[in-house]
């Protein structure tokens, strides 16, 4: 069993002393203290596993002390009693106060040893747990954070999309206020896909969702996977003026990335086509009826052909 970290409290001195060394002679690190208040100061400092509270001291009771630790520190750390009267009233009394123990003193050796192995086992399982806590908080963080992302691209994923689309929708209605949606869609996609195969592929749309991320990384800004090779872009308060020039930069830094593709019919390397809204929402939009009209601006640069954005 791992050592304790005891929090001694005892208003007589020499009594505090002989208990401290023997704790500390088990093994246990000790600090001890003369008073109440000195105890509730010591506290969140120490962090005990432990704590031997005196019942009678001049400034404040023992009992007065653990209830107030109870109340600072919901996390449950055992307390002890220690007290020079073994009156039933007065144990139920203690225990009643948030104790889980009592000791009367002097205080036997066999009795104190064996009572401290008992707390061991609850500091034992207070620390697992804490562990168990942490990790679980780890797990659960990672988790939501892959709830809302697209494995592949590590862009915002069609969950996160909609759920983003859905709120600025709302809140650029409410603050009269134009919002830029731009659906991305690579072209000749297929023809890569087949060319090249899959895999590489896949390496094409990372780098194509990276210089996204890149591109749209300020506040009010979203890049995401809406699905396949289709991406979409959300720009908060942005007008059409804006979001032509948005766009334009988009279409150059995709052909500049110069990923070879030989059997496009629009460049001899990737390119994407871009269909884009900016409007004044009402707030009554739904994010379908705006999904269908992205995509029906985005169907005009593939016929008009490709490697292009039409407002
Ligand atoms: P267009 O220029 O008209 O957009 O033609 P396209 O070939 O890009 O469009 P189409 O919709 O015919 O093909 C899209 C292709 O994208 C088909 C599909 O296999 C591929 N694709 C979708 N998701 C992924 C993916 O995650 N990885 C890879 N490697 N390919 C994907
Ligand atoms: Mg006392
Ligand atoms: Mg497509
Ligand atoms: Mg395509």
Redesign the pocket.
Known sequence: MEAMRILLVDDVHLERMQLAMRLQRLGHVVEAVASGKEAIEKYPLFDPDLVLLDVSMPDMSGTEVAEQIRIKHPDWVPIIFLSGHDEPEMIAKAIDMGGDDYLVKPVNKIVLASKLKAMQRIAHMRHQLKETTVQLEQANELLSQQVNEDG?TKLANRRYLDQKLVEFIAWHGRHNLSLTMIMV???????Y?DYYG?LE??RC?QSVAKELKSTFSRAGELAARYG??EFVVLISNCDKTRAVRECGRLKGSIEKLAIPHAKSTTADVVTI?QGMVSWMPTGLETIENMYEIVDKVLYKA?EQG?NRFVA
């Open positions: 592949l869609d690579v072209d000749h996609f297929k023809l896909n899959h592929g896949d749309l396949g090779e086509s593939k490709r």
